[in-house]
């Protein structure tokens, strides 16, 4: 995947699951995206308090190919097992949308 196509894959991912972007960084090779993933994603929207996440997206050229490097930290009243079991799945979902972006579709219109 080229570094265009990652980016828009990483926007599109965000889009898709409602996970506004606060602020976009550039960088000379590439850009990171700090987003807001709210607690409904996690399918709570609260439980004794508010679950939210900041998420931080680098996109970045190295050597020929294009790296994506991705963190996310919880905060709320939640076990440390609970916090491990929804980071995963919201990595799971990022590099989930990221394997399958098409960008045949964005230029067909499809």
Sequence with gaps: MRIGEA??????SLGRRK???RA?????HGCTFEALVPGEFWGVGTWGGTIEADASIAVGQ?????IVRASIRIYGPMAASMQQERRQRWFEHLFKDLSEF?????????
């Design 7 to 12: 980016i828009v894959a990483v926007i599109g």
């Design 19 to 21: 996970q506004p972007v």
């Design 24 to 28: 976009v960084n550039q960088q000379p």
């Design 62 to 66: 190295q050597g020929r190919g294009t």
């Design 102 to 110: 098409d960008p045949d579709a964005i230029s067909s219109g499809t």
